[in-house]
């Protein structure tokens, strides 16, 4: 048993976070079998198949070897006020320059 997805990047019954809900996984030396259909485990595929880090992804994809990619929508350089903001603020925020 080890950690992480298989050389593919898929999830796998060997990784030590793969859980059956039905309970039926089994380990004999290096396959895992299902004792409910008496045959070796078919992975992620399987309707009850859960990854107790929730990690599991569709297309039997393992989550932890995947990187978030986000973009700003505005950039900090981009914002701009606009003049009633400026107003309110000036009103509340007495001082500006003691800020900085």
Known sequence: ?????????RCWPQCTFFKCGNRALRAEGSTVKC?????????SSCSYALCIRGKMLAGNR???????VTADSVRPDEFDLDKKLKVKLS?????VDDLY
């Open 62 to 68: 393992c989550g932890l070897t995947v990187k978030r």
């Open 35 to 43: 004792l409910w259909t008496n045959d070796i485990c078919i992975g």
């Open 91 to 95: 009103k509340r925020i007495k001082d």
């Open 1 to 9: 048993m080890r950690e992480g997805p298989d050389d593919k990047g």
